[in-house]
């Protein structure tokens, strides 16, 4: 079991659909990052909230809207999602140390399909 | 775009034999990590290696790291057939403002352990 939940684990919606991916940790960690992965590709980074607050975002489009309520909570809304978004979305989580080395600690990953 | 190249891209091995893949990389880093990832679940943190480090080990890891050639390799040893699945190398390069860490990752090398 990984200490970082994400909920759900798979996810079936149209593309007018809205839905929300759910990401909570336990660790105390102060920063928490979403990733997008293709089959047998590696993850490239979406979004980095430090302190909850949006620090990072890799020019993703506004129809990814990510939302850090608490320090243990990550949400990533989405809507209006195209076929091509079809992909695992990782949460991870760090300690936060500033200017420090830390290892990231991955969910499973929610594997989202755009029908 | 990718920091990280990892080679080779598969590795197909037989239990008990070494498992070795190399990662290359384009500029300065503060650290490069190595992750697991099983076939459908998220990546597992393995080791990191400080900038200033040259080899570290983990148990039947080893983590080599060459900044003058900007490489990196990890070897398995003694491989079981529980170590089949994608490794990828992270690099650290940028120092960024706020807490966390921004990692790129390789492309992965996908290891088979056969029994």
């Known amino acids: 079991d990984t200490e970082v939940t994400q909920t759900p684990k798979h996810l079936v919606m149209g593309m007018t659909n809205k839905k929300s991916l759910k990401c909570e940790q336990h660790?105390?960690?102060?920063?928490m990052y979403w990733y997008k992965q293709k089959a047998k590709k590696p993850p490239e980074l979406m979004f980095v909230?430090?302190?909850?607050?949006?620090?990072i975002n890799e020019s993703v489009p506004s129809r990814f809207s990510p939302e850090c309520p608490n320090s243990s909570l990550l949400n990533l809304h989405l809507h209006a999602l195209q076929p091509e978004d079809s992909a695992l979305y990782l949460c991870?989580?760090?300690?936060?140390?500033?200017?420090?080395?830390?290892?990231?600690?991955f969910g499973d990953g929610t594997r989202l399909s755009i029908l | 775009s990718q920091q990280g190249e990892e080679d080779p891209q598969a590795l197909s091995i037989q239990e008990g034999e070494n498992a070795t893949m190399n990662c290359s990389y384009k500029?300065?880093?503060?650290?490069l990590q190595w992750y697991r990832q099983n076939s459908g679940r998220g990546l597992v943190h393995l080791i990191l290696?400080?900038?200033?480090?040259r080899e570290k080990h983990s148990g039947r890891l080893r983590v080599t790291l060459d900044t003058s050639k900007k490489s990196s390799s990890l070897l398995i040893t003694a491989s079981r057939a529980a170590d089949t699945a994608s490794y990828f190398c992270?690099?650290?390069?940028?120092?960024?403002?706020?807490?966390?860490?921004?990692?790129?990752f390789g492309g992965g090398t996908r290891v088979l352990v056969k029994p």
């Open positions: 500029t300065s880093i503060n650290n």
């Open positions: 660790m105390g960690h102060r920063a």
């Open positions: 909230y430090s302190y909850e607050k949006l620090s």
């Open positions: 991870a989580s760090s300690q936060g140390l500033r200017g420090s080395n830390q290892p990231q600690h």
């Open positions: 992270a690099t650290d390069a940028v120092r960024i403002k706020a807490a966390g860490n921004k990692l790129t």
């Open positions: 290696i400080r900038s200033n480090e």
